[in-house]
């Protein structure tokens, strides 16, 4: 694989398995699909690192309110994971902020790390959380996982929930997302929630880790609508490599993740698609054709077999996400 291209990877869970899974490892020691080595391989310019918390594990017999301090606590805690991640390896991987950062890193010779959150509702209605999660360095927020929250709907096989939309809450906190310089990212919203957040977004609007609804009928997946209306808005979608989100349950096939890839570009135009493998953040596959960052080159080579211009590829693996980052200023 070309060591030259400039990967980035929209969404990874891997700080969550460090934290909860993975006690006592680090990013190059760990057996995690994202990990040092592996990203080297890849050609990594930037990797967006979600601080994910799962309401679930909070809240126990407690209201979700309360579910959702811990959980706050928790994304804290992943942010103060990744700093230590940054200082035990300075020669490898560093923060970044900003598009311009990121290009700084790439001269020094070292992999960004981005910060993102993965579960607006750990704002828990608070206004003020939202400044302090940008000046820790998270620079993208999944507004909610699967759960209502104070942002509003989550994806859903319920007509309904799908319906419905941002609460107030939400619509000012995407409001002040854009002015502070923070994407807002659509994977997991109800679809009621997708249209509300590109109506009222101030800034860029991604969808970090979500498919075609076209080829695939999950309610995760982005409708061909969804898809012209977020690539004329300038957003982009990144390839998720789960394979519910694919076409097939238990298996994550590189024809499939081809298949979307071609969708999208047909559909939103050759700049729409990205990478947002979702590595680390899903269970249950009986095989993978990609199984960890190592093997990134399988889906460029089976891209470029597609007939996709070397132009389209540099695109997709980073041209496109770079191209969102210039709009933070």
């Excluded at 890193?105 to 070292?110: P, V």
């Excluded at 607006?120 to 400044?131: D, Q, S, T, V």
């Excluded at 519910?244 to 499939?256: C, N, P, Q, V």
Aim: with cysteine; charged share 25%; aromatic share 8%.
């Amino acid at each position: 694989m070309n060591q030259s291209m400039n990967l980035i990877d929209l969404h990874c869970d891997t700080l969550y398995r460090l934290l909860r899974e993975k006690e006592g490892q680090d990013l190059k020691s760990t057996d995690c699909d994202v990990n040092l080595s592996g990203m080297r391989e890849a050609g990594t310019m930037a990797q967006f690192f979600a601080c994910f918390t799962y309401l679930k594990d909070h809240q126990k017999d407690q209201s979700p309110e309360e579910g959702y301090e811990e959980c706050f606590h928790q994304a804290l805690e992943m942010i103060d994971l990744m700093e230590k991640q940054c200082a035990l390896f300075p020669e490898e991987i560093a923060p970044a902020r900003s598009y311009e950062e990121i290009i700084k890193n790439k001269k020094d010779g070292k992999i960004s790390a981005v910060l993102t959150v993965e579960e607006g509702g750990i704002l828990n209605g608070n206004p003020e959380r939202i400044r302090l999660l940008y000046e820790k360095g998270v620079r993208l927020m999944t507004l909610m996982w699967n759960y209502e929250n104070c942002f509003g709907y989550p994806n859903s096989r319920d007509a309904q929930v799908m319906e419905q939309g941002l609460k107030d809450f939400g619509i000012e906190m995407v409001r002040q997302m854009g002015e502070l310089g923070m994407i807002a990212d659509v994977s997991h919203a109800s679809d009621g929630t997708f249209w509300d957040i590109l109506k009222y977004a101030k800034g860029p609007v991604v969808a970090s880790h979500s498919n075609c609804r076209a080829l695939c009928t999950h309610p995760r997946n982005l409708s061909d609508d969804m898809i012209h209306a977020l690539a004329d808005k300038g957003g982009i979608a990144g390839l998720n490599f789960y394979g519910a989100f694919l076409g097939t349950e238990k298996e994550s096939r590189i024809e499939e993740m081809a298949a979307h890839v071609l969708h999208m570009i047909k559909t939103g135009g050759s700049e729409f698609p990205a990478v947002g493998t979702d590595f680390d953040g899903f269970d249950g596959m009986e095989h993978m054709d990609v199984p960890n960052m190592s093997q990134m080159g399988r889906l460029w080579e089976a891209l470029r077999k597609k007939g996709l211009s070397e132009d389209q590829l540099d695109l997709i693996w980073g041209g496109n996400a770079l191209r969102v980052l210039k709009t933070l200023g």
